[in-house]
RNA sequence: GGGCCGUUAGCUCAGCUGGCAGAGCAUCGGACUUUUAAUCCGAGGGUCGGAGGUUCGACUCCUCCACGGCUCACCA
């Protein structure tokens, strides 16, 4: 019910359209197009932070924000402005600005987006202020705000409606400051290093560099399917061909899998590719890279996450496969036990054990039912089974293996990363093996890239590469136990439309005209 | 996709074995010139997520649906 037995208005939104029709009466346009401010809030306490209680600057500044709070005493009136780097105490009195501005500035809303012009003071109490010259609506609010002290709590509304959960919770929003600061570090420790940022296509008519399933979009013109990219490594390494000897790609992968506390359909992946060099070396590079990250980040490298303590102090601990199963799970496993007790430990630890499963593949499975979750790390897993690794280069000494590793922290992979397989023939073996899986019933498996091979053919450089998932540093960083909570816009199901009266007003507005 | 849990005022939450729908904040009206979760007086505000069913009677029990959370599976 939007009006009550005294007829008066109670739906919010309506009381607030009320309030804006009201200045509008007045002559007041609430939605301006520009304000000029001298300070940001930020600099204003740190300029005047330290004056003494009851102290009166007399200096002058202009800011601009959103009114989240409004104490009405009477004849004087305290605000809290918030613009995008701090909060400060607004003063307003009827004698400084007169009875009509007075007014206007007591009838304001709480979320509406202000310009002020005023003194600087600190009160009695010791809250520093802006005894308030002068104001000017700059957007009028129409929606209220959450609740002041208990805030935004509703994980549907705090993800569906993320600019109410930014105005809102700080904490929140320093996450992205930080996720935005870990990019950026990132990007500024390879450029250092030599590497270039390339941008390749999002849109592939083959769907190569991971096992997972696509998107499949379609191109209307040329009348193809195309799939949104889950990996952008076969063209990277196209480009070392090139010549590029240092390339990197920081961007979005979208793959069609299940949703979780760990998965969206698109995720950020850092991937970077160095011509003669080797998985050794990625290992060097990014333990490097990420004790910088992290040593900036967190001013230490030693933290908990969710409780697990970290430490990232170099050297990290690197074990084996089978050495890791054997440490952790205390299973003696390894190439020479016998493919049908390799089975029976898989299905022990509840691995879904298919019939074309080879040993590699089940070694792999029990690493990851067994061992992963139980690291805290980081540690350095490597020489990874070669039927899990279709684009790795074999180990001279042992071909049931790959110069490949991976980095789990807390249980969790953030790094991949191997000695590229740079022979083309064996390239195409493994391809070949790929489509044999296929036909054999596995869903997820890599499709034959044939201009990749013929890129291989020219020659590509021996080559290290290393994939780090950057949504899962940022929850590393943030200690953040849902890949949601560093995600600006998750993904969630689309919502009903609800009613809206700004909506109904406008439609009612183009019936007049 | 499976399992478990949740959805009550703008927000945060109560609401017992089925018996008149509640609080705080926010809103509206009034008082108040140093408050800061301001205070004081007064008022309004609900399709109890949606649709069915059981019942004299459903926020409460049952079924289905929607959305969300956790979890298992696929995956990073």
Same mark, same amino acid.
């Given at each position: ?230 990996? /952008? ?5 196209? *480009?070392?061909?090139?010549? !590029? $000897? %240092?390339?990197? +790609? ?104 298919? /019939? ?5 593949? *089940?070694?792999?499975?029990? !690493? $990851? %039912?067994?061992? +992963? ?121 689309? +919502? ?18």
């Amino acid at each position: 019910m939007m009006f009550d037995e005294h007829n008066e208005i109670t739906d919010p939104i309506l009381v607030r359209l009320r309030n804006l029709d009201k200045l509008r009466e007045k002559g007041i346009e609430p939605y301006k197009k520009k304000f000029v401010r001298t300070h940001l809030i930020s600099e204003v306490r740190k300029d005047y932070e330290n004056i003494e209680p009851g102290t009166e600057t007399g200096v002058r500044v202009s800011c601009a924000g959103r009114i989240l709070a409004l104490r009405t005493h009477g004849k004087a009136t305290f605000a809290d402005l918030k613009d995008g780097s701090q909060k400060i105490q607004l003063f307003a009195s009827l004698n400084q600005l007169g009875e009509e501005e007075y007014e206007l500035f007591t009838n304001l809303d709480i979320g509406d987006i202000i310009g002020v012009e005023g003194t600087v003071f600190k009160t009695r109490k010791g809250e520093l202020s802006i005894k308030l010259e002068k104001f000017e609506i700059l957007s009028k609010s129409l929606r209220p705000l959450p609740e002041k002290w208990h805030g935004l709590k509703d994980v549907e509304i705090r993800f569906r409606q993320r600019y109410v959960d930014l105005i809102m919770n700080e904490d929140v929003k320093q996450v992205f400051y930080t996720r935005s600061r870990i990019i950026s570090l990132i990007r500024k420790f390879l450029d250092e290093k030599g590497f270039i940022e390339v941008d390749t296509p999002m849109l592939h008519p083959i769907p190569g560099g991971a096992t997972a399933r696509p998107f499949i979009t379609h191109h209307n013109a040329l009348d193809m399917d195309l799939y949104l990219r889950i990996a /952008p490594e076969l063209y990277l390494k196209r *480009l070392v061909v090139g010549g !590029f $000897e %240092k390339v990197y +790609e920081l961007n979005r992968n979208f793959r069609n899998e299940g949703i979780s506390v760990k998965h969206n359909p698109e995720f950020t992946m850092l991937e970077l590719y160095q011509a003669y060099a080797d998985y050794l070396d990625m290992m060097d590079l990014i333990e490097e890279l990420v004790t910088y990250v992290v040593q900036e980040v967190k001013g230490t490298l030693e933290f908990e996450y969710q409780g697990i303590r970290l430490n990232f102090n170099r050297p990290w601990r690197r074990l084996t496969m089978v050495e890791a199963i054997k440490e952790i799970a205390c299973e003696n496993v390894s190439f020479e036990t016998d493919i049908e007790t390799l089975r029976q430990v898989a299905k022990k630890y509840g691995a879904d054990v298919k /019939p074309y499963y080879g040993k590699g593949k *089940l070694i792999t499975e029990i !690493f $990851e %039912k067994a061992v +992963e979750s139980k690291i805290a790390g980081p540690m350095i897993i490597y020489d990874y089974p070669v039927e899990v690794s279709p684009l790795a280069r074999k180990k001279e000494d042992n071909p049931d293996v790959v110069e490949r590793f991976e980095v789990i922290v807390a249980g969790r992979e953030i790094v991949n990363a191997f000695s590229e397989l740079n022979d083309p023939i064996d390239q195409a073996k493994r391809f070949y093996e790929q489509v044999k899986l296929a036909e054999a019933g596995e869903e997820e498996t890599q499709r034959f890239d044939y201009d990749y091979v013929r890129a291989l053919e020219y020659g590509l450089p021996p080559t290290g590469g290393a994939g780090l998932g950057i949504d899962r540093l940022v929850m590393l960083l943030t200690d953040r136990y849902s890949i949601r909570e560093v995600l600006l816009f998750p993904h969630l199901r689309p +919502e009903e439309p609800e009613e809206d009266p700004v909506i109904e007003r406008a439609k009612n507005d183009d019936e007049i005209r």
